[in-house]
């Protein structure tokens, strides 16, 4: 009953940027946590980045200083900014939200369907 639609994957250089979008849309009655993960092959999902509804964010300390991510609560929509990207970096970008729903009071994890990001050495 919720859709994250992740958008802004690509292929870049080492040490150039990215900006990753995530729009959350469905029967949304709020949401208390967006965030970002990344899986990269052979390794498990991992958190990168996220921020509750008041603004407090948690990052991954390998993207402290680098990463960004920001929120706007009117849309339901979420982004991260990259730069100084480097190949460690290169994995499936996932967004993530937990939201409350009209139909029901429990707050449920929902999932995008993820875009690769890929930096090139």
């Known amino acids: 009953q919720v859709q994250l639609v992740e958008t802004g994957g690509g292929l870049v250089q080492a040490g150039g940027s990215l900006r990753l979008s995530c729009a959350a849309s469905g029967s949304i009655n709020s949401i208390y946590v967006m965030g970002w993960y990344r899986q990269a092959p052979g390794k498990q999902r991992e958190l990168v980045a996220r921020i509750i509804s008041g603004g407090i964010t948690n990052y991954a300390d390998s993207v402290k200083g680098r990463f960004t991510i920001s929120r706007d609560n009117a849309k339901n929509t979420v982004a991260l900014q990259m730069n100084s990207l480097k190949p460690e970096d290169t994995a499936v970008y996932y967004c993530?939200?937990?939201?409350?729903?009209?139909?029901?009071?429990?707050?449920?994890?929902?999932w995008g369907q993820g875009t690769q990001v890929t930096v090139s050495s």
């Open positions: 993530n939200a937990l939201v409350v729903t009209v139909m029901r009071p429990q707050a449920q994890d929902y």
